[in-house]
């Protein structure tokens, strides 16, 4: 059944969505501390004018939780989920505002702007237009805007609301951040459906030794220890473990191509001839790294902690190091895998661990994806895509391991202007263009989904 939108003026819903935006942006949920309430208050007084009731929860003071449902039929819920929280921003390093939410030469600028409040408003926009529009639903469909994504452990968002209130959240179906980017192929045009993303294994190595006197070295120094330790990991080739998305990833792609780039995209996935096939594929240098990571499990030293003064040889030394897992991949494999190149005599502590996840593509939800942007976009084709870093699904899945979360956010890059780069930069913005098709392709897809019959229960 086509989407029919004709009845939407598209003009005045483009200045509507970029107010949501720049209302959003002029929140400062720079997380820590968050105070996403700001956010939550804004959405919920749009909701309300609109007659949608919206429920704002707190799990402490300041962090504020919005949430509402469209009811409909007895299929199972979608939930349209952002995050409302932002990362912290260097204000003398931008152009402009940070917190202005300027609109300058068809761009609205701030921080947020792409990750992630431009999907939040055009996900309200959505919700709000199934509401005026009124679309008879088979399902619920929940809007959610919720805190605390970026500090990644979600104590105060997703994660949270599924733990104390999950009445509110109790959806099988989320579209939340995480894909909808498009790329070129040797001219062949694609768009990502996020449908994985590998696990966090953030951990610490720990090295004792002898204290001493700077002036009399010895053997037993706990920073020489340490240091060996994370030059082996460092230098370590860690196994491949491909993924199912992976290969899916990668197979979507050969099948547009000569024969040629078609078989390096395969044997990338060989592990003896992984590499030289990265280096000979047309691909830019920054999905050739990415590439790389999501092959194999990835370890990261970031951080440093040994002694206090110049003359003094520590007791300990610590390093802590930012581990990511494939999927497929455990805790205890993970480990397994990594000990034989620290040693016995280095203590490891985990701080976080999340599974790698993976949905599948053998959905209704991600099928009506493919067929509304096979309409909205005839000469690009949609891939599922595995993420090497992270979103709120690594807060739903491990809770409900039935519900099956897809990251959606169409964009079109502008190849002089790659607005995706500026993700957690400086002069972070998105173009009003992107925004609204965003929000028209979102309407259809959830229009679509929601309207016809699927043949799936709830």
């Known amino acids: 059944m086509k989407v029919k939108t004709m009845t939407i003026n598209w003009h005045h819903i483009e200045k509507e969505v970029t107010n949501f935006l720049q209302h959003l942006i002029r929140c400062n949920t720079t997380n820590p501390p968050g105070n996403e309430i700001l956010c939550a208050n804004y959405i919920a007084d749009v909701l309300k004018r609109e007659g949608i009731d919206a429920t704002i929860t707190e799990s402490e003071p300041g962090r504020g939780n919005v949430t509402a449902r469209l009811k409909g039929g007895n299929e199972s819920a979608l939930m349209l989920l952002g995050h409302t929280d932002v990362v912290a921003v260097e204000p003398d390093k931008w152009s402009r505002d940070p917190f202005g939410g300027e609109l300058h030469n068809g761009y609205i600028w701030g921080r947020g702007a792409l990750d992630m409040k431009n999907m939040v408003a055009a996900e309200l926009m959505v919700f709000l237009l199934l509401k005026r529009q009124g679309v008879t639903l088979n399902r619920d469909v929940i809007y959610a805007a919720t805190a605390d994504e970026e500090a990644g452990k979600g104590n105060h968002g997703i994660g949270w609301l599924i733990d104390h209130h999950p009445e509110e959240v109790n959806a099988k179906y989320v579209l939340t951040e995480g894909g909808g980017g498009d790329f070129y ?191 909205r976009d005839p000469d690009a084709t949609v891939v599922p895509a595995l993420m090497t870093g992270g979103t709120d699904a690594k807060h739903i899945c491990p809770r409900w391991p039935d519900v099956q979360v897809y990251g959606f956010m169409p964009h079109r890059q502008v190849r002089e202007e790659k607005e995706m780069n500026l993700i957690h930069g400086h002069n972070e913005r998105t173009s009003v263009e992107n925004l609204v098709f965003a929000t028209r392709i979102l309407y259809d897809i959830v229009t679509r989904f929601c309207q016809s019959s699927t043949g799936e229960k709830a």
Request: hydrophobic share 35%; proline share 7%; charged share 25%.
């Open 185 to 375: 192929v040797n001219g062949k045009h694609f768009y990502t459906c996020q449908t994985g993303q590998k696990g966090i294994f953030r951990f610490r190595l720990k090295a004792k030794g002898r204290p001493g006197h700077g002036s009399r070295p010895h053997r037993d120094n706990a920073v020489v220890k340490l240091s060996r330790a994370i030059a082996a990991l460092g230098q370590a080739k860690l196994p491949m473990h491909p993924s199912e998305t992976l290969r899916a990833f990668l197979e979507g792609i050969a099948a547009t191509q000569d024969d040629e780039t078609a078989q390096q995209l395969r044997r990338a996935l060989d592990a003896e001839n992984s590499e030289t096939a990265l280096q000979k594929l047309p691909l830019a240098p920054d999905m050739i790294a990415s590439l790389r990571a999501l092959l194999q499990n990835t370890v990261s030293p970031t951080i440093l902690e040994a002694g206090s003064k110049i003359n003094v040889i520590p007791a300990e030394a610590t390093a802590r190091i930012d581990g990511r897992l494939a999927p497929g991949q455990t805790d205890e494999s993970f480990e397994a895998e990594i000990r034989p190149c620290i040693g016995d005599e280095i203590d490891l502590i985990v701080d976080q661990y999340s599974p790698p996840l993976e949905t599948s593509t053998n959905s209704p939800l991600y099928e009506t994806i493919v067929h509304v942007m096979a309409e």
